[in-house]
């Protein structure tokens, strides 16, 4: 029997909070869980630093990534099997790029990323196309196996139905992480009737459309998207210690260009430094290493960077005010003169957060084709844009709420044992 | 601070008014591409690279007022124009980013029209690919534009005309 249509003797069952059970046969989705690259996810947490807000939020993105598999199998397994649409043979390309969708992501994702200007999705086609266990087992199926499967990853695949299973405006991977936040974080927000959105879904020409019918469904599912990331993704806590995060990693680069000598070497980090991280580097770093190295740093000679580690690991974090930058932007530039003269680099601790620097997808009508809207199929066999039939979708993706905070260590401005006019000053800008 | 929103309103301010997100997001990719600083990253989506931050982004300037953007009815579908606003350019005049050639760049880009900088930011998405695999990409996957052997030899040609414009930072 071809690899590809191998199953396994009895199916294997992984309990699941989410989906209670997540469903195995296919031989090479088993052997594809058990490579090192996909095992590496377990040391991935799926939200970052959200854990400091909403302890519960320590889930991993190989939860996720089992789950997104999932729910594409129960999709084509109990919907799409058998309808004219439906090509069978694209199923085991279709729960292969679910399982490994999110491969690529390194340890603290998108802070990570931001500060050392990596692609997680470019990891994910160098880890299926690479010399790995994962392109081992894929290539088992046939040469270019791996190839299309990292194709449909990156929405470059002719297949552009299974591109929009996967990742499209209503898609396994948001249904998937949208439920399992909110189960993580413990919220009442980010529940919706997934069932109901999976027996409606229909496979058309080169996208998924959603029946009529199930209209209603989809509106919560819209509903949920919008209150998780005001209320988790995008909590002022969460930023702040992003914003932290995010200044570690600049101050021990920027000491490590220096020729600042480390107390301890932060070998793990210097191809990332120098720009040139091969794929062997970057599956080495997890969080796990990432916070020995804060835990290590707590202890280095300089202050910016030992402080910065320890109000990280000690969760002491920076506090926030809601800042607007069309007026007060003069009074920004007034500030950092005098953090500066406070002896406080305004570069790590006077930091404006901005909503575009969590990029959330809001729901787009595609207006203007810039995204592929979600699309209702009418009775009468035609399609229409969900906003167009929805007065909430309408609302909602109409004028879109943006957010500014500015952070700054309200500990230090308030300690008077030095620059303390200086200080005062800034408390009364801040209105502390 | 505020530097990636300076560098959009650079843009602005060096290109003159944009019609259309589609054209804007073109534009800043392949500005980013030839190596302007943008910071905002790009996935490929159905109708090429597309930018979710860019998006977000200019949505945060106009609730500023820094960009003005007017909608309106064109055909089927809503279009949008934007132009950067008296206080807008005021904030850049405090905020200013050095981002030598960008004018000359995007002033030329805005004078494309959205078919073609849609070509051209598609070529430029391939670009680690074979100048056959990049055709075979163009004509599979944007193959209801039927763009032309001929167009994608003139964005080759662009692109390279764009390079030779950029001042190494």
Known sequence: MAYSQEKLVEEKVFKDPVHRYVHVRDRVIWDLIGTKEFQRLRRVKQLGTTYLTFHGAEHSRFNHSLGVYEIIRRIIDDVFDGRPEWNS???????CAALLHDLGHGPFSHSFEKVFDLDHEAFTQKIILGDTQVNAVLTKVSKDFPKMVAEVIAKTSPNKLVISLISSQIDADRMDYLQRDAYFTGVSYGHFDMERILRVMRPKEDQVVIKQSGMHAVEDYIMSRYQMYWQVYFHPVTRSAEVILTKILHRAKHLYKKGYQF???????????????????????????????????????????????????????????EFDPAKEYKKLSELSTLFTKAG???????VVDSSSDLPYDFYRPGEEEERLPIQLLMKNGEVRELSRESQIVDAISGKRRTD????????????????????????????? | MLKDHAKIMQAFAAAGEIVGRKKLQKMIYIAKKVDFPFQERFQFHFYGPYSEELTLRVEELCNMGFLNEVKEKKGGYMQ????LTDEGMEFLNMNLVELPALEDCLTDMNSQ????????????????LEVEEVKEKIFTLKSKQKYTEEEIQQAYEYIESLKGKVVPV
């Open chain 1, 344 to 350: 406080l680099d305004p570069e790590y601790y006077l």
């Open chain 1, 404 to 432: 500014h905070k500015l952070y700054f260590p309200a500990d230090l401005l308030k300690d008077d044992s030095s620059k303390k006019n200086i200080k005062k000053q800034i408390r009364n800008l801040l209105d502390l």
């Open chain 1, 89 to 95: 043979e694209q199923r085991l390309l279709s729960l």
């Open chain 2, 80 to 83: 949008y124009r934007y132009s």
């Open chain 1, 263 to 321: 107390s301890y070497e932060p070998i793990h980090f210097y191809s990332v430094f120098d720009e040139n991280i091969t794929l062997h580097d970057y599956l080495k770093l997890d969080e796990a290493v990432i916070l020995y190295y804060f835990q290590m740093w707590e202890e280095e000679e300089d202050a910016i960077l030992r402080d910065l580690c320890i109000r990280f690991m000690d969760r002491n974090l920076f506090k926030y005010v």
């Open chain 2, 113 to 128: 029209n959205a078919r073609f900088l849609e070509l051209v930011s598609t070529v430029l998405f391939f670009d680690e």
